[in-house]
């Protein structure tokens, strides 16, 4: 049986929602491949924000902002202290810091995920969103399909 015959064999939704996610992956390789570096190259690496309303129509800028979008350390474990406000001199309440080799104090601290459990968190959040966004164009397609087959069936 040839890919042909297999994927009319199946039923229309299923067929418009496999469209649906071959579409939104060309649509990525556009955006990747095509339109970002010519609007890269036209505006000297500073994106102006007109241009991301294609992809963001789309659905395909969300994957690419999420690391804006996903909440920093969603599920990591808080365990590393960082100093957020630092002076040389003494004030009270402080406690002595080194930052980048120079003694000093460390007025305010904060607590922060380790890097590596930060990475993952970036990247669960990145894929967790490419998936959304085909299970998204699939519903569409399969959406479509369905409509479709129910106007054939009268």
């Known amino acids: 049986m040839s890919f042909k015959d297999h994927f009319f064999s199946k039923k229309l939704w299923i067929r418009g929602g496999i469209i649906?996610?071959?579409?939104?992956?060309?649509?990525?390789?556009?955006?990747?491949?095509?339109?970002?570096?010519?609007?890269?190259?036209?505006?000297?690496?500073?994106?102006?924000?007109?241009?991301?309303?294609?992809?963001?129509?789309?659905?395909?800028?969300?994957?690419?902002?999420?690391?804006?979008?996903v909440p920093y350390g969603w599920f990591c474990k808080f365990t590393e202290s960082t100093c957020t406000s630092w002076n040389i001199d003494s004030t009270p309440g402080a406690i002595p810091w080194t930052n980048d080799g120079t003694a000093g104090y460390c007025i305010e601290r904060t607590m922060s995920p380790t890097s590596s459990c930060e990475n993952l968190s970036e990247m669960v959040g990145f894929w967790g969103l490419v998936l959304l966004l085909f299970i998204a164009y699939f519903a569409i397609g399969a959406i479509v399909g369905f409509v479709i087959q129910k106007k054939r069936a009268k």
């Open 20 to 69: 649906g996610v071959i579409v939104c992956l060309i649509l990525s390789i556009f955006n990747l491949f095509v339109y970002f570096p010519i609007i890269d190259s036209v505006f000297g690496g500073m994106i102006p924000n007109w241009a991301l309303v294609l992809p963001i129509v789309t659905g395909h800028a969300f994957p690419i902002l999420s690391h804006f979008i």
